[in-house]
């Protein structure tokens, strides 16, 4: 690694640098994790039987409802993508003739400025 790095260059060090930095905070998130699951198991070392079960139960209860909320704004999501590009055939027909019409305005405005335009040069 030393000898890499005495032969790169900085902007390659600066590249590979930030390629870590990534990696590294999610190692850092994931030591502040386990620390937090360490205090708790000292806590509930504390703790009387009965109380460490009604908190498991609690963290638990809490697990799976943020999961249940997850699922529902997943299905809401694809509900949403999924009526997205639906439309009756009233909007379908109006959509249409909008374009139609634009095209026509623009074809009718093409031919009548064709004659403002000055001759070729030949």
């Known amino acids: 690694m030393k000898n890499i ?40 070392k504390e703790m009387s039987e009965e109380e460490r079960e009604r908190t498991r139960e609690q963290k638990k209860q809490a697990f799976i409802s943020g999961f249940e909320r997850e699922v529902e704004n997943i299905h809401k999501r ?18 249409f003739l909008i374009y139609f019409g634009l095209a026509a305005v623009l074809g009718i405005s093409s031919y009548l400025s064709f004659s403002l335009l000055p001759p070729a040069l030949e």
């Open 5 to 44: 790095a005495e032969t790169s260059t900085y902007e390659h060090l600066q590249y590979f640098a930030k390629s870590l930095e990534k990696n590294l905070k999610e190692e850092r998130e994931l030591l502040e994790t386990l620390d937090i699951l360490n205090d708790e198991q000292e806590h509930e």
């Open 78 to 95: 694809v509900e949403q993508t999924a009526s997205y590009y639906q439309t009756d055939g009233k909007t379908k027909l109006f959509t």
